[in-house]
C-alpha cells in the first residue's frame, strides 16, 4: 500500500513514534483518548481505523504529559526518530484549566 490521501489513525501514531506497537496505538485510540480537528470540527477518535489527513489536529495524554500535534505528513514506513519527527508539527498544548493550586 503506497500513497493515498488518508491512513489509519493507529498507523500514523506508531509510524510517528508515540506508541511502541501498533496494538498499544490500536488500543489508546479505542478507549477515545485521542481529540481529532478536522476543518474546525473536534470530535474523539473512537476507533483506530478511523483516517487521518494532513492537516488534521490531534491532543491527547500520553507518558504524564499533554501532547498536541498537527499531522504534516502521513508516512510510508516507521523510520527512525528523525524521520517520524517530519509526520508531524507540535503546537501549543491547549490551556489547561487553573485549579489555582501552586
Not at 5 to 17: P, T, Y
Not at 40 to 60: M, N, Q, T, W, Y
Amino acid at each position: 500500500m503506497s500513497g493515498g490521501d488518508s491512513v489509519r489513525a493507529d498507523v500514523w501514531l506508531w509510524r510517528a513514534r508515540f506508541f511502541k506497537s501498533r496494538s498499544l496505538a490500536a488500543r489508546f485510540l479505542d478507549e477515545g483518548r485521542v481529540r481529532l480537528t478536522r476543518e474546525g470540527a473536534e470530535s474523539r477518535i473512537d476507533k483506530c481505523a478511523r483516517p487521518l489527513r494532513a492537516g488534521d489536529h490531534l491532543v491527547f495524554a500520553a507518558g504524564g504529559r499533554l501532547t498536541a500535534v498537527e499531522v504534516l505528513a502521513l508516512g510510508e514506513r516507521r523510520g527512525p526518530p528523525a524521520e517520524a519527527r517530519t509526520l508531524y508539527r507540535a503546537l501549543e498544548t491547549p490551556a489547561t484549566p487553573d485549579t489555582g493550586v501552586a
